[in-house]
């Protein structure tokens, strides 16, 4: 078993993410994983991300707040405990337009097996 605290998740610090904490919960350098990585962003008021696809899908569900997620297909404001899937390849933004801050947890496949930390 490999548990990580909350208080003490590494932070990471992907590209093209303004105005937020992300940490990893499970995989990378947060510990063993065989199949996904785990992580959470708090993103604060106005924060964001700019469009991208990644080449694995994405899951991500909203934990506190509201997270306003835009495809190429139209935009939907998930609340607490909604969940959307983005496909491989489709093209993504989060933003926060909200008064407060928005946690949101990530699930992601690892792109290659070598890399499941």
Known sequence: MNITRFEGAPEYFPPNHFSMRCVRLQGHEAGPAES?????STIEQGGYTTSGAS?????????????????ESGEAVLMAFDSC?????????????????????????????????
């Open 36 to 40: 996904l990585w785990l992580g959470v």
């Open 55 to 71: 080449p694995v899908e994405k899951h991500y569900v909203v934990l506190e707040g509201e997270v306003t997620v835009i495809t």
């Open 85 to 117: 899937r983005i496909a491989p390849g489709e093209r993504r933004a989060l933003h926060n337009r909200s008064s407060n801050p928005a946690k949101i947890l990530l699930a992601m496949p690892f792109l290659h097996p070598e890399h499941s930390g």
